[in-house]
T-cell receptor, first 113, second 113 residues
Framework: GAGVSQSPSNKVTEKGKDVELRCDPISGHTALYWYRQSLGQGLEFLIYFQGNSAPDKSGLPSDRFSAERTGGSVSTLTIQRTQQEDSAVYLC???????????FGPGTRLTVL | GENVEQHPSTLSVQEGDSAVIKCTYSDSASNYFPWYKQELGKRPQLIIDIRSNVGEKKDQRIAVTLNKTAKHFSLHITETQPEDSAVYFCAEGRTDSWGKLQFGAGTQVVVTP
């Protein structure tokens, strides 16, 4: 079946604008994760979902960041009033409840001018 | 909180030689240790993982060893090839935590012909 998909693949925005990033997990995967990867850096955990609830939001950098998941499937990560330091690749990953393997999407490259 | 230290940050090897990457962790409850490979511009992909009930696991040219007492685990790549060039991330987690992982900072491996 299809893997994890994300859209858009690239997003260029102006400082101060809001952006919305989308993640479509693998069908049937119950847990979903968002990470941020700055250029040449590791994977910074942002938030994860069990079904539609988010037990751990500890990685969200500020209150400008929020995420939701509906129907136990698609998730959106919203960044309000974007800043230049928000520029990064945003990756999502999904996992089936009875395994531990995280399957990553291709990422959304966000550039804030 | 938990953290994972990964060394070295960069590793240059001659084709055919072996490469070793080491990670240390602090959470004694961690019992799942995957390794991900990320080629330039691509998504991270799982290459091998190990659980705390074994000390070593092999898959062709790659192997992972785990020392729970010392809280460290290592990735070994033998007979390296140019296509092994990538960034490698270690991670640790608990199988009772819905797959949440803490990632190392990554190792850039360059295999020169």
């Amino acid at each position: 079946g299809a893997g994890v998909s994300q859209s858009p693949s690239n997003k260029v925005t102006e400082k101060g604008k809001d952006v919305e990033l989308r993640c479509d997990p693998i069908s049937g995967h119950t847990a979903l994760y968002w990470y941020r990867q700055s250029l040449g850096q590791g994977l910074e955990f942002l938030i994860y979902f069990q079904g539609n609830s988010a037990p751990d939001k500890s990685g969200l950098p500020s209150d400008r960041f929020s995420a939701e998941r509906t129907g136990g499937s698609v998730s959106t990560l919203t960044i309000q009033r974007t800043q230049q330091e928000d520029s990064a690749v945003y990756l999502c990953a999904s996992i089936r409840v009875d395994t531990d393997t995280q399957y990553f999407g291709p990422g959304t490259r966000l550039t804030v001018l | 909180g938990e953290n994972v230290e990964q060394h070295p940050s960069t590793l240059s090897v001659q084709e055919g030689d072996s490469a070793v990457i080491k990670c240390t962790y602090s959470d004694s409850a961690s019992n799942y240790f995957p390794w991900y490979k990320q080629e330039l511009g691509k998504r991270p992909q799982l290459i091998i993982d190990i659980r705390s009930n074994v000390g070593e696991k092999k898959d062709q040219r790659i192997a992972v060893t785990l020392n729970k007492t010392a809280k460290h685990f290592s990735l070994h790549i033998t007979e390296t090839q140019p296509e092994d060039s990538a960034v490698y991330f270690c991670a640790e987690g608990r199988t009772d935590s819905w797959g949440k992982l803490q990632f190392g900072a990554g190792t850039q491996v360059v295999v020169t012909p």
